[in-house]
């Protein structure tokens, strides 16, 4: 399945390229890349235990991330 995920605090260059090599080691994760610009990665995982892996992972390194942009305001907050 593949899926974007939206990170919650920019990457750096240099963190991005050693958080790609360690999440290609996840088995389960394929195709992954990182936008930096944007805080977009996008992976293809088969499945909910691989996406959790990554999920691990990336907080294991103090990144969290939603599936949704962080910089999203809901129409709906404020009801």
């Known amino acids: 399945m593949k899926e974007t995920v939206f990170l919650k605090k920019p990457y750096n260059k240099s ?8 999440a290609k080691s996840i088995k389960g994760i394929t195709n992954i890349s990182l936008d930096t610009k944007n805080c977009r990665l996008t992976f293809d995982y088969a499945t909910h235990n691989a996406y959790e892996g990554l999920r691990a992972l990336l907080d294991s390194l103090g990144y ?6 962080t910089n999203f305001i809901s129409p709906y907050k404020n009801l």
């Open 64 to 69: 969290t991330f939603s599936e949704a942009p």
């Open 15 to 22: 963190l991005s390229a050693n958080v790609l090599k360690k």
